[in-house]
């Protein structure tokens, strides 16, 4: 392939359409027609209705947790988590995770503490974690990532000989296992998303797994819900309910999940198959879980390796209507606020600055097929062996 | 429904509820579902169920032109519209925020999320609506935002409180939830102020399932809040504003919010209609006197709220009980007023004995789009029948030992 033949230098893209990265799994317009039917035959939209109720007992039943508590989206569920677990001082997270994780802590009146990452595995190192313990740290906020886990089990045991909180942004994480086990029964609290880009998609909206069972009052309590049994006293509540459209489609999604996540895995394969003969691109795995749902592609660009830099890399894949995308860029510690009022990280958290510098995640999702990985992979390819070329003539 | 023609029958004594079904004030507005699938197919073929999608954009444009304002900006529910718009408009270094007492109750919530402390002032006895006379000696060298709250039934003097801020060089948010339709002697709810923030929970005038906006003639703060609400993004991998978080109106809430829209008029005559039932069987019944809107000027006519007068001869307490044994869900209006709720968070101590004495008074009755005429009849006939009978009633429930 000569670089006449990239789009990037005027040749036809690749695909017609923009390919998002996403997971974008959703119901068909039938099964969406005849489910919003029933709500407007029911006339019930929010406030803990029938499918809102109906979800969260399926949840529990899938996860094997003992509440799960439905929100508007996973941010308000992170900021909601601090506040029912009485959180003070300063929390523990890596630099390496999206920046709704920071968010979440900023907005309940909390001081993110960033820790490095593995750079193998790009979950935070936990050989760090306990040197960053100091008497203000009331809580370890492990990040599972991109299908993988953060290795809760050891992340129990440090927190707890440290005698900190211990809860998890899962975000990436629903219907991933650690040795038979649901994520979503670890620590005190775990948080998935339910946004549309996650395997399990209610547009928007999230959910509070725990095994706690005054922390799941509490939470209750602030989400605030209708007709909870035991409203219990609590700061300040988040107006945060899962509305009835939300759910109906997480209740359809959590149907299909075995056949999304299935797909997923194909495609995942497709990928693993093919890149892993291309120098310089290396595919991160879902470490540390015995099952994945397998939403994130997700490689690493060695530019020597390779040959062309990971930016350059996205120029050449957007131009073929691929929206491939750095992720996550920049670390937390350079993002705003935290560059600013939190100086104290820069040039400390190597192994992030890293991965945040070669990170490139692909696509991978309801609208992704075999044959798209195929061109994806041959793009990817092509793009390696004419990488001088490129190069040089991109710099012109 | 059947008509009961006793005290004994009344179902907080056993009998049954004269609705089957309850009777809410919530105004649960099923708008027109052909309408909705329409929108909803827009966001359907694009494959974009969220972050700014075809429905959003739409509904912002909307929402802007039925305003009148140069901008809209759509969330997940009004309490987070109100809270990223303060905490956008607050005064930098200052900590009080003034707001009346006698208002929603999860108001102080959003002030707590905001690190703001809440400075209560008083309302208008005639009108339960805060003023700049009411705001003023509450304004001082700590306040950070005026938070501007439209009582349910027309609206606050809106020039006076525009003058006030402008005067004091201090931002004004107003919460206009209960006043989407609204217009007053100033002109159309939606302009005034800096912002002015609104709710589309299914309960409100536009049902959007949930969500809120916030309207503004302001360029930059309709550019600052719309970053907010997508975690500060202003492009891919680009965070440009400190503040954000997760705030964002999903395309079925927007697709649902669109048809309420395109319904509203007809919904509008709906609950005129409704509201001149009210205005047209209550007098009948002594010590009870309705709120009534300001037809002066355009009004929705969503909410139904009543003064149990001195005359009333049932506490509202027992009165609510009654009702609401009956299926007639009537709630107690701003009641407790927020000073007397329990704060843990930091506020400015206050005596408000016109909040106080106000919000012993009030009551919301049944209204929306699921109370028909002859539910109105229904309930203005129980009123009627406590009020004649109230003596008997008080009796009864201290034998049954109710209260």
């Not at chain 1, 523990?92 to 802590?105: G, K, R, V």
């Not at chain 1, 211990?166 to 038979?180: I, P, Q, R």
């Not at chain 1, 606020?337 to 070669?358: I, K």
Request: hydrophobic content about 40%; proline content about 4%.
């Amino acid at each position: 392939m000569s670089t006449t033949n990239f789009a990037l230098f005027g040749a036809k893209p690749a695909f017609d359409k923009p390919l998002p990265i996403g997971q974008l799994y959703f119901p068909s317009w039938q099964r969406y027609e005849a489910a919003f039917h029933g709500i407007f035959e029911r006339q019930y939209y929010n406030n803990n209705g029938p499918l809102h109720n109906k979800l969260e007992e399926k949840l529990q039943q899938f996860l094997g947790v003992q509440h799960a508590i439905c929100v508007s989206n996973a941010t308000i569920g992170l900021m909601m988590v601090a506040d029912a677990m009485g959180l003070s001082g300063k929390v523990i997270l890596p630099a390496f995770t999206f920046i709704a994780s920071a968010q979440s802590l900023t907005w309940a009146g909390l001081k993110p503490v960033f820790c490095d990452i593995n750079l193998a595995t790009h979950q935070i190192a936990l050989d760090q974690i306990s040197g960053l313990i100091d008497k203000d740290v009331s809580a370890i906020m492990g990040v599972n990532l991109w299908g993988g886990s953060c290795n809760p089990k050891e992340l129990s045991k440090l927190a707890a000989a440290n005698g900190v909180q211990l809860y998890f942004d899962s975000a990436h994480a629903f219907g991933c296992t650690v040795d038979g086990v649901s994520i979503g029964n670890f620590g005190d609290a775990e948080v998935f998303s339910f946004h549309a880009t996650k395997i399990l998609s209610a547009t928007e909206g999230g959910c509070i797994c725990t095994n706690d069972e005054n922390l799941a009052e509490r939470l209750r309590s602030i989400r605030p819900s209708y007709g909870t049994d035991n409203p219990v006293s609590i700061v300040r509540v988040a107006n945060a309910r899962m509305s009835e459209a939300q759910a109906a489609i997480a209740l359809m999604s959590l149907e299909d999940f075995p056949e999304n996540q299935k797909n997923n895995e194909t495609l995942y394969r497709y990928y693993e198959t093919q890149l892993d003969t291309i120098p310089g691109l290396h595919l991160v795995r879902p470490t540390g879980v015995s099952f994945s749902n397998y939403q994130y592609v997700v490689c690493s660009v060695d530019e020597r390796e390779f040959g062309i830099p990971r930016d350059l890399l996205i120029e050449i894949l957007k131009a073929e209507n691929v929206v491939a995308r750095r992720y996550f860029y920049p670390g937390l510690h350079r993002t705003i606020p935290y560059v600013n009022d939190l100086s104290y990280y820069q040039d400390r958290l190597l192994n992030t600055d890293s991965l945040c510098a070669s990170c490139i995640q692909l696509p991978i999702g309801a609208l992704v097929t075999a044959q798209s990985v195929e061109r994806i992979c041959n793009i990817l390819i092509q793009a390696h062996q004419s990488s001088a070329e490129i190069s040089s003539r991109y710099e012109k | 429904m059947a008509k009961k023609s006793g005290v004994e029958e009344l179902a907080i004594f056993g009998g049954s509820s004269l609705f089957v079904i309850p009777k809410s004030t919530s105004n649960l507005l099923r708008p027109d579902f052909k309408k909705f699938l329409s929108y909803s197919k827009m966001f359907f073929d694009q494959h974009q169920y969220t972050n700014n999608g075809p429905n959003v954009k739409l509904l912002e444009q909307r929402l802007a032109d039925f305003h009148q304002t140069e901008f809209c900006v759509t969330f997940c529910s009004g309490f987070w519209a109100i809270a990223l718009t303060i905490s956008a408009l607050a005064l930098k270094g200052k900590s009080e925020i003034v707001m009346p007492s006698l208002t929603y109750r999860r108001m102080t919530d959003i002030v707590a999320w905001v690190n703001l402390k809440p400075h209560f002032c008083e309302v208008e006895p005639t009108t339960l609506a805060m003023s700049a006379a009411t705001v003023r000696p509450c304004v001082n060298a700590h306040t950070a935002l005026i938070l501007a709250v439209h009582p349910i039934v027309n609206c606050c003097d809106i020039d006076g409180l525009v003058a006030l801020a402008k005067e004091k060089n201090i931002p004004l948010l107003f919460d206009s939830v209960e006043s989407v339709y609204e217009s007053t002697a100033s002109g159309k709810v939606g302009s005034f102020g800096n912002a002015e923030g609104f709710s589309l929970h299914a309960c409100k005038l536009m049902n959007g399932f949930g969500g809120g906006y916030i309207t503004t003639n302001e360029a930059g703060l309709a550019r600052q809040l719309s970053l907010m609400r997508g975690f500060g993004f202003e492009d891919i991998d680009k965070i440009v504003v400190s503040g954000g978080m997760n705030a964002k109106l999903n395309e079925m809430h927007a697709a649902m919010t669109l048809a309420s829209l395109d319904g509203v008029e007809e919904q509008v005559a709906h609950n005129r209609q409704r509201y001149y039932i009210y205005r047209r069987l209550l007098p009948a019944i002594p010590g009870i006197r309705l709120l009534e809107f300001d037809e002066r000027y355009r009004a929705g006519y969503k909410n139904i709220v009543v003064e149990l007068l001195d005359s009333w001869p049932l506490c509202r307490a027992d009165t609510l009980a009654v009702l609401n044994a009956e299926n007639i869900l009537a709630r107690a209006y701003y009641s407790p007023p927020l000073h007397h709720k329990p704060m843990t968070f930091a506020n400015a101590s206050a005596e408000l004995p016109v909040t106080d004495r106000l919000a012993e008074r009030f009551l919301n009755l049944p209204c929306g789009q699921l109370v028909s005429n002859a539910d109105i009849a229904g309930i203005v006939d129980m009123l009627g029948l406590i009020s004649g009978n109230a003596n008997r009633i008080s009796d009864l429930l201290r034998e049954n030992g109710v209260e």
